[in-house]
């Protein structure tokens, strides 16, 4: 349906072809027209790819396999900067925290005096927003969490949660805010109610367009028998973002109508591919370039959901990679010696904790370092 509301658009204005940027969820969309209308595309950029097969396993699976990539990045970044990271034994440490979310361990004091405990499912919903920040700005906080998490400082430890649960049970209305989990003792926060959040609406409305455009349905023995084998495969964590989505998904109340699968032999997309990205798989992204098997694929060696986030204005950022400003602005991949298969490449270490002097910079200070570091984070091709 939003392709060929692009096309009418594309008549009413009298074009004859479309420019299109998708990010994430966009990527489908953008993915969609260029399949519907070949000869109508002109410049397309698909970043942050989602699966281009439309099926609600599909979806699920990406999912969880972009999060857990997402994390040990994180353990491996924090392995490599060893002296500065908060964690010192990194791959160890988070599954300590694992367990100690199994057994209930990790809990803040609500109003009414009760201990709320903190779950898998919500503490990988916190991380995967923390390890989503475009700039990496979440990683090195991320970081510093886990170690209070570990703390013998039970304080400490409760003021971390709760910190969590603000982030996940938090009602957002007027102007104020109402932590539910701390006030009536049961988790709802913006996205249960579709309450305007951070990515534009509630995660409800999502749903409910991810609902008519994947196929698949399921009783719940069969969603169950899905989740426990990818629970076997993947971990708690990775299992908690499939059901995040399969839940909502798995017996959506309409009749699915999803378009074929995603490709075009002829169409000269540019397919941008993060290696880390918690939201949107790379796997992902390798798959939309088979699906247009005439585009230039490139990796960005970085972190967060997609490269380009914010669309346009992200693209045209002196923080990102020139040639993608370049081929948003002119359209010409050969010109501009962009290969297939080409790398932008990470020069710089991500950050790793606020410890030691960073810790004591201004904001300005942090905005500069961030801005320093990467302003050089791509090398020339």
């Known amino acids: 349906m939003l392709a060929h509301d692009i096309d009418a658009l594309r008549a009413a204005i009298g074009e004859t072809q479309m420019h299109i940027s998708g990010i994430s969820y966009g ?37 969880g396999i972009g999060i857990q990539q997402s994390i040990n990045k994180l353990l491996y970044n924090c392995k490599a900067q060893i002296d500065k990271c908060a964690l010192k034994n990194p791959d160890e440490q988070f599954n300590q925290i694992i367990d100690q979310l199994h057994k209930g361990d990790l809990t803040a004091p609500t109003a009414t005096g009760h201990d709320f405990v903190l779950t898998v499912g919500l503490f990988g919903g916190w991380l995967q927003e923390k ?26 430890r409760e003021v971390q949660v709760a910190t969590i649960l ?19 003792d049961k988790c709802i926060g913006d996205a249960h109610l579709g309450i305007k959040g951070h990515h534009g609406s509630g995660f409800i409305h999502q ?32 299992a908690g973002a499939y059901v995040g989505l399969m839940a909502g998904l798995f017996q959506w109340p309409v009749v699915p109508s999803p378009p074929a699968p995603l490709g075009n032999p002829s169409v000269p997309a540019l397919i941008v591919g993060n290696l880390y990205d918690p939201s949107t798989s790379y796997q992902w992204s390798q798959e939309m370039h088979k699906a247009f098997p005439n585009s230039t694929m490139v990796t960005w060696q970085g ?43 990470l020069e710089q270490e991500l950050p790793v904790s606020l410890v030691h002097s960073q810790g004591v910079r201004s904001s300005s200070s942090k905005v500069g370092l961030i801005a320093s570091i990467f302003s050089k984070v791509c090398s020339s091709l």
């Not at 070949?38 to 281009?52: E, W």
């Not at 700039?135 to 304080?155: E, F, K, M, R, Y």
């Open 27 to 63: 990527t489908y969309v953008g993915g969609v027209y260029a399949s519907a209308y070949p000869d109508r595309i002109g410049k397309l950029i698909l970043d942050g790819n989602v699966v281009p097969f439309p099926e609600k396993t599909a979806l699920a699976q990406g999912s």
């Open 131 to 156: 390890l989503a920040s475009p700039d990496g700005s979440g990683w090195g906080p991320a970081l510093t969490i886990l170690s209070t998490l570990l703390s013998d400082n039970v304080s400490a």
């Open 166 to 184: 603000d982030a996940k049970c938090t009602l957002h209305f007027n102007g104020t805010k109402l932590a539910t989990w701390s006030k009536y």
């Open 207 to 238: 749903l409910a367009v991810l609902g008519v455009d994947l196929a698949g349905r399921y009783t719940v023995s069969d969603a169950m028998r899905l989740w426990s084998d990818f629970k076997d495969n993947y971990g708690p964590i990775s």
């Open 303 to 345: 972190v967060g959901h997609g490269w380009g986030a914010g669309g346009a204005a992200g693209l045209k950022s002196n923080v990102k990679c020139q040639f993608v400003k370049d081929y948003y602005m002119l359209g010409m991949l050969k010109q501009l010696h962009i290969h297939n298969g080409d790398t932008c490449r």
